[in-house]
């Protein structure tokens, strides 16, 4: 019911619209007209209970706008039966309606506030543009024929200027609506509509009335109608309640904005090619001319100024990128020198840290074995760390070269998990193991051993005593899939992309002091995308862990 109430109430009304214009002589009649402006009314106020949006006021502004216009109408068409006498002019009808642009004028303006905040003042210079040439053409035809006739007292002139320059206070806001960003839903379309359609009304009876053309009841009150129905109507559409929402939407020059630009460039020569007699709307139009090419020049310098600055950013971020690039290529460089100057040293104090710890330069005390014990495992740790950043360096610099055989990927899956069983044991974690037959694949055995060894290790190393690891393998659809499970931390959702990233190591594996570099699963990923595969995970945190490995079988024998 609330998202349908806007063509519900187009529904209703239509009939007695159709009975106003075309029906029987009796429903051609002032009420019947003020009693469809009232609807509008109506429809506002309701549309704002009905979808409570935030710029609540705009929206009352707008049914105080409408409300004007009917109160206008009603005592226009009962000043005689009232006051007895015929309606002049001014009245305090026309006072009335005078107040319709106003209200709906400052409407707009709240609605536009709220989506155009924190906008570049170049978007002010296209609705200006438009209202200048509006504005030149309401003065030309709809205002300086009262202006310039000296049979008009003061307050009839006045009273005529002041219509059409409140039809343009609301076209202009209603430009500036148009032109500027925010959120663009049905109401949106359907409010902008109706006022474009009162401003063409209105123009229209403007004219008629310089020509003594118009007559009440006609089709052009259908004009007035459209605008009444369409503004209940859009005030009922649930899109009305995001009617003042920003969204970005810069100024940005398009194939159309830059149509209607033109066009309102024109207008000042087309009305100039006129020849208008006065010299007074000669000057206004030379005005107008000057004004409206200085705005075009105005906004083209802006946004020549914009696009050079946009490059000036362009050329400054290439230079920081290339400049980031040769600072990452000297760090690949340098800690490629240092683990390859790191290595043989590391290897020779491996070598005789196991020579003293087997007894070769005589028997230890207990105190001295364990220090060396805790000296080789540090070493054992940075050997393997100086292994990793070797490896990583070689990937970047040549790739992977493989050894391919042919290997059972089940065998070899079980060979890293019992590696991985004196570790688990003493952590007090179960492992288990399947695999559906041999899983035969063309891939280099010592990289799937290692690519293996780190996805196992993690999984027993980031699951707490008591938990359970398993390692399934099998075949599906041409590929090898090897599956490790865990029941262990689990990684946060927000964090789950970039575990295969360099160096980076979760909050939950720094919060429990758990070991490491960040750099197993990179090396994985790279060993199972060099055999042509991928690797995967999925995790919930504090419930456990899945990292899915597919290698392609292709080149295995069956
Ligand atoms: P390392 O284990 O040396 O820190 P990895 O590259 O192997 O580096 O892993 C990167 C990070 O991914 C780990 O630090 C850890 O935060 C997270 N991680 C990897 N495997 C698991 C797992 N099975 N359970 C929870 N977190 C994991």
Redesign the pocket.
């Given at each position: 019911m609330r998202a349908r109430a806007w063509w519900i109430f187009l529904l209703v009304m239509a009939p007695v619209v159709g009975l106003y214009l075309f029906g029987p002589h009796a429903f051609n009649a002032g009420p019947v007209f003020n009693g469809i402006g009232l609807s509008a009314v109506v429809a506002i106020v309701a549309g704002v209970r009905l979808h409570r949006p935030r710029a609540r006021l705009a929206w009352y502004l707008f049914a105080a706008g409408q409300a004007l216009f009917v109160a206008g109408d009603v005592l226009a068409y009962n000043y005689e039966r009232i006051f007895g006498g015929p309606l002049p002019f001014p009245s305090i009808a026309d006072a009335l309606y005078l107040g319709v642009g106003p209200a709906i004028a400052a409407g707009l303006v709240l609605l536009i506030r709220g989506r155009n905040r924190g906008e570049a003042r170049a978007a002010l210079i296209d609705p200006l543009i438009i209202s200048t040439a509006i504005g030149l053409l309401s003065w030309i035809f709809l205002m300086a024929p009262y202006a310039f006739d000296t049979t008009l007292s003061l307050p009839v002139k006045l009273t005529s200027i002041l219509y059409p320059l409140m039809d343009l206070l609301i076209l202009s806001a209603a430009v500036r609506l148009a032109f500027g960003g925010g959120h663009r839903g049905k109401s949106y379309y359907l409010m902008l509509t109706s006022i474009c359609v009162l401003f063409g009304t209105d123009g229209v009876y403007g004219w008629l009335q310089l020509h003594g053309g118009y007559q009440t009841g006609g089709l052009l009150d259908g004009g007035w109608i459209l605008f009444y129905l369409l503004f209940g109507a859009a005030a009922l559409h649930p899109s009305m309640a995001t009617a003042d929402v920003a969204t970005a939407a810069p100024a940005r020059l398009t194939r159309t904005r830059v149509a209607v630009l033109t066009a309102a460039t024109f207008v000042a020569p087309a009305t100039g090619l006129l020849g208008p007699e006065r010299t007074t709307d000669r000057l206004v139009i030379a005005g107008s001319a000057i004004v409206l090419f200085s705005l075009v020049l105005l906004r083209m310098v802006g946004s020549v100024q914009q696009h050079e600055s946009a490059v000036a950013r362009m050329r400054a971020l290439q230079e920081t990128t290339d400049r980031m690039r040769e600072l990452d290529r000297l760090k690949d460089h340098f800690v490629a020198t240092v683990s390859h100057e790191l290595r043989t040293p590391l290897t020779s104090i491996h070598g005789y840290l196991d020579l003293v710890l087997g007894g070769d330069s005589g028997s230890l005390e207990d105190e001295q074995r364990r220090f060396l014990l805790i000296a080789d495992r540090n070493t054992d740790r940075l050997q393997k760390l100086v292994e990793d950043l070797l490896f990583i360096s070689e990937l970047d610099a040549n790739g992977l070269t493989l050894e391919l055989t042919d290997l059972d990927l089940g065998s070899l899956a079980h060979e890293s998990l019992e590696s991985a069983r004196p570790r688990a044991e003493a952590d007090g974690i179960s492992l288990g193991f399947s695999s559906t037959s041999p899983v035969h694949l063309s891939g280099d055995r010592v990289r799937l051993g290692q690519l293996l060894d780190?996805?196992i290790s993690?999984?027993v190393?980031?699951?707490p005593r008591g938990g359970n690891v398993s390692v399934r393998v099998a075949r599906s659809n041409g590929s090898a899939v090897l599956e490790i499970e865990?029941t262990?931390?689990?990684?946060a959702t927000d964090e789950q992309a970039q575990?295969f990233d360099r160096f980076?190591?979760?909050q939950?594996?720094g919060d429990h002091a758990?070991q490491?570099?960040?750099?197993?699963?990179?090396i994985?990923q790279g060993i199972a995308q060099a055999h042509g595969g991928l690797i995967g995970v999925t995790?919930e945190e504090n419930v456990g862990?899945t990292?899915r490995v597919e290698l392609p079988v292709h080149a295995a024998i069956t």
């Open positions: 780190n996805v993690n999984a190393k980031f699951t865990d262990g931390l689990g990684i575990v980076f190591r979760t939950a594996a758990i490491g570099t960040g750099l197993g699963l990179s994985s995790s862990t990292f």
